[in-house]
């Protein structure tokens, strides 16, 4: 990981409250892989604090993150043009790893938490694997991506809270109505933390034992690991783990969701 | 190129620059980014005798030019520290405080017994505002300063005390002095100051902990002022923090009359704060002829 200054190249909306930014990095930049993530800052005075998000994809010179405007510092964010510039740490995180045995992965993603998922489709696409997407979003307003999604997946199941687009239902749902047809050699996960438990739930009601990895998101401080912020708890009363450092990729079963 | 080195109670430090606890745990995770080797000192995460797991999350949230934590003293405790930490800081050349907590007078006897000539310095926590026995019940009234000190004082043969002073008190200078009274070798200040952040849709504090100490750029006046009011208070020497984010920063500090600063939130906002700061103080001393940091030092003229 380091920190560099990097410059804006493309900063868009993609969907309602949600941008696309693509920056340039000034120097060849080792580890970036998919399910890891970067740490931004905003551009002002203002915000102390940088902001951690995940990597959408990435080449030899340049990543692209996608974030959601939730208050002033994303907007800030949101505002910087082609040319700007900005302090960014990474990469960041452990990220998510496909195994050479498992072929059949299936992806589930709930609103920004697609963009993870995305991450690892371009990351492994042409690798004869088999992907099985089922994202989810809050209504049709807030559907992106979905082309991408759906050029590399096998599979891919879009459903909206309100039925604006696609099925009307959530993500973890349309993936456990689809589990017997996909038949996964491992699950990977993001969104937000009522439906990761959901997905926890119900894969220990269902008694499924396919590997399940999760991607967490927790309000951090460092984003390095040194500031004990951003802690989940581990299972079995194992203390806490860092979600920036230990994570914030885990198995299912290693953390309390 | 000016001379940065400081001494303070007879630990020479290479630069006034030195890591705040609580922002930069042990110092290896910084150290992948930089050699944490070119800082003045590094204060370690708030330590105590057995392990604690903090508070619940959220323990973060920002104000304009501020944020406020409330971890909660998370720490492996202070057996992890000494097997598994220390000989990775003494190792990077840079001076080790070590920043301890305690729920009573005997915890702080105990962690200051077992790190005493372990260390380079120990560092007294009598003012985190965010767990309720971390030691702030020690940290606001006068007598209980001096007591809590005088006790760690008598653990301590070898090794010099930071006594770190609260700024949610009635009178910092005086607790300083209070301070003093009890033994301690110098003072370190501010700590955060306790605020709040309301999310209004949910009518709810943004941090778990409901309360949080402020920290940053937006406090850095208040600090100044603390600490300038405290040097002319004490007669041992003082370390001020509050907002440090550049070398002018820490120079205020150094002329209001800090013998050394402790750098916190800026590391958030940026991971290279310290380095920086060390480099731009060695810039504007040599820009401005001063051959040496500690001819700054309470050189403050009033109106």
């Known amino acids: ?257 | 190129m000016a001379n940065l080195k400081v001494n303070i109670c007879g630990v020479e430090l290479k630069n006034p620059v030195i890591a705040a606890s609580g922002t930069f745990g042990f110092g290896k995770e910084f150290n992948e980014i930089y050699d944490i080797g070119v800082l003045g000192g590094v204060s370690t995460k708030g330590l105590t005798l057995e392990p604690r797991l903090g508070n619940p999350v959220p323990r973060i949230a920002e104000g304009y030019g501020v944020i406020l934590n409330a971890v909660g003293l998370q720490n492996p405790g202070l057996d992890v520290f000494l097997e598994e930490d220390l000989d990775f800081l003494k190792s990077k050349n840079t001076a080790v405080i070590a920043n301890v907590a305690g729920k009573t007078l005997d915890d702080y006897a105990g962690i200051c017994a077992r790190l005493d000539g372990k260390v380079d310095m120990v560092e007294l926590n009598i003012s985190c505002p965010n767990v309720k026995c971390g030691g702030m019940a020690f940290g606001i009234r006068p007598e209980s300063v001096k007591e809590v000190t005088s006790v760690a004082k008598s653990a301590l043969k070898r090794t010099p005390l930071i006594v770190k002073l609260s700024p949610n008190v009635e009178s910092i200078a005086v607790n300083a002095l209070a301070a003093q009274e009890g033994g301690a070798d110098c003072v370190s200040l501010i700590n955060t100051l306790t605020g709040m952040v309301i999310d209004i849709e949910r009518r709810r504090p943004l941090i778990a902990n409901n309360t949080g100490g402020v920290s940053g750029a937006g406090i850095k006046p208040i600090a100044v002022r603390m600490v300038y009011e405290v040097c002319r208070a004490v007669d041992i020497p003082v370390i001020g923090m509050g907002g440090i984010t550049c070398a002018e920063d820490a120079l205020e500090f150094i002329i209001a009359g800090a013998a050394a600063v402790q750098v916190g939130t800026a590391n958030f906002t940026d991971t290279l704060a310290m380095p920086k700061i060390i480099e731009g103080l060695s810039r504007w001393l040599d820009a401005h002829g001063v051959k040496d940091i500690n001819e700054m030092r309470g050189t403050l003229v009033l109106n």
Do not use: W
């Open chain 1, 1 to 257: 990981m380091k920190e560099l200054r990097v410059t804006v190249a493309e900063n868009v909306p993609i969907a309602k409250n949600v941008y696309k930014m693509r920056f340039l990095l000034p120097e060849k930049t080792e580890g970036l892989a998919c399910g890891k993530f970067v740490n931004i800052s905003v551009g002002d005075g203002a915000h102390l604090l940088r902001r951690p998000i995940a990597i959408c994809g990435y080449d030899e010179t340049s990543v692209t993150i996608c974030y959601q405007l939730k208050g002033a510092g994303t907007r800030a964010m949101s505002e910087k043009k082609v040319g700007d510039t900005l302090s960014c740490v990474l990469p960041l995180g452990n990220g998510f790893v496909v195994e050479e045995q498992e072929k059949r992965i299936a992806l589930i993603g709930g609103g920004v938490g697609i963009f993870p998922m995305l991450s690892v489709l371009r990351e492994y696409a042409g690798l004869g694997k088999e992907f099985y997407s089922y994202i989810g979003f809050r209504n049709k307003d807030a559907v992106c991506m979905e082309e991408e999604f759906s050029a590399l997946s096998q599979e891919l199941h879009i459903v909206t809270d309100d039925g604006s687009f696609g099925d009307r239902g959530n993500a973890v749902s349309a993936f456990f109505a689809g589990i017997d047809a996909a038949n996964p050699d491992v699950i990977f996960a993001c969104g937000p933390t009522p439906m990761l438990r959901a997905l926890k739930t119900e894969l220990s009601a269902r008694k499924v034992n396919i590997p399940c990895y999760v991607s967490l998101e927790e309000r951090m401080g460092c984003g390095i690991g040194a500031c004990l912020v951003c802690v989940c708890k581990r299972a079995g009363g194992k203390g806490n783990a860092r979600v920036c450092k230990d994570g914030p990729v885990f198995a299912i079963g290693e953390v309390e969701i």
